[in-house]
């Protein structure tokens, strides 16, 4: 996928858990880790909110994107 997922970079640099960040999230620990991983297929625009809130970052701090090649898709 071209997306890229930062979100386990920007949860070191503020010293966050996973356990803690889902709880504030108030989404499950199991949920927080699909996104994590970048195995989520969606994120709704709430949870990305409460994420920007609670980490006191942008979108673009922990999504990227990354233009996959043709050939890979194949």
Do not use: W
């Amino acid at each position: 996928m071209a997306i890229i997922v930062n979100l386990d970079v920007v949860m070191a640099k503020r010293k966050i858990s996973s356990g803690e960040l889902a709880e504030k999230l108030e989404i499950t620990p199991a949920n927080l880790s699909i996104l994590k991983t970048g195995k989520a297929k969606a994120i709704r625009f709430s949870t990305l909110d409460k994420i920007c809130h609670v980490l006191d970052c942008k979108p673009g701090d922990i999504l990227d994107y990354q233009q996959e090649d043709e050939e890979s898709d194949r």
